[in-house]
């Protein structure tokens, strides 16, 4: 296996444990965006442009927009 | 080393089962449902790989012969992406909604039903 | 249960998974070593069968098109239910304040509107001849609306998408999915077979049904998203 493989899986790790340890769910949409770009990382260098495609438009368009609408709708009462 | 993928799959499933459980938010149960989801694209692709071929585009100039990582398991994950992003707008839909009713987010404070 | 059964239950059941998922990775061959014939024989005949370069889309529309029926209904089915979860008798009246104070912002984000939907289309047009499709240029050509409301106003964009529009483009997608299968029962073939005239590979019109099954597709994602999009942001924008 070729160290640019193991290096990338070791980042979608390490993002995956940062994504759950992070509490506050707004500094967690954030963290959820740079693991959506290792996850990217990991698919390019597994040889799958369409899925790298795919995962590049929902984790940077789609999942923020909907965690920080309703975030922000939760925002009032309390 | 070479099952250095699948133990990625696991342990990314395995972790965000973890913030699954000890969540006190439902926004970050959420995420990390995302994150579990997120394990079984890794499984996937990974199952699929050929060590040394590349993707299965064939533009012109890329000849067919050289063969390629398999494109089957791809289109399987690209539904999945499509699947879990829509699947999670419907549960933050649904938390909205519990929030609308209750006012509160912590998982633990909502097991008592209010009559 | 409480959190601390909660954890205990977690414990005990997560170490009893761990070693069934153990062993069955094990099981697995090594990676870099797939033997899959399927997908084998899918990469040598994909491009002479249906003359496309890109096999993974010819799987996804020709080869598997009865899974992307299934995908668009789950898409259709998620906005439905959404949809019904959010949607309560709103008073039209009351509505927040939103306009974006920043000119640098709206500038940018009102001049990236235009060549954002223009990218996202060409990504879905040549979903079968490079890595695109419908799903990745749907959701950015869908997320170029939604900065109309990121860095503009929301009126501006609800305005340009109309729910009765959005609506019938949506069901004109998986419409238009679905009776393509049945046009191709009509000429005596399978359903969702491959009948229309194949074309020339390379060019965009190639690929005989996978075309247009793509722009069905594409249609229905891109209605679907802004649908979703609409629905998130009327609740944000109805004070409780």
Redesign the interface.
Known sequence: MIPLQAMTIALVGLGGLAVVSVRDPLRQAIVLGIYGLTLILLFVVLQAPDVALSEIVVSSVAFPFILLTALAKMRDRR | MSFLPYALAAWLFFVGLYGVVTSRHLVHLVVCLGVMQSSSYVLLLAIGYRTGKKAPIFTSGVPVKLGAVDPVVQALTLTDVVVSVTATALILALVVEIWKRSGKLDPDSLRKKET | M??RT??GT?VAA?AAL?VL??WA??G?H?????Q?E???I???T??SQRHV?????A??FDY?GF??LG?ES??FA?VI??AL??REARDEGERRIDVVRSDFIRAVGLFAVGPTVLVGLY?IAHGY?????A??GG??TA?GL?LLYAAGRYRAYRAASPKAMVDLVEGTGIGTYTALGVASLAVGSAYLANVVDLGTK?TLASGGTIPILNAASALA?IA??VL??H???E??MT??
């Open positions: 409480t959190r909660r954890l977690f997560g761990a998922f153990v990775l094990t697995l090594a990676f870099g070593d797939f899959g399927y997908g084998r899918l990469n040598r994909a491009g370069t890109n096999v993974v889309a799987i996804v598997r899974d992307t995908e789950i898409l998620a239910g959404i979860l959010l990504v001849l490079t890595p695109g499709g799903f990745q959701v950015a997320s939604v390379g994602v679907a998203v979703i999009c629905e998130f942001l609740e944000l004070p409780a």
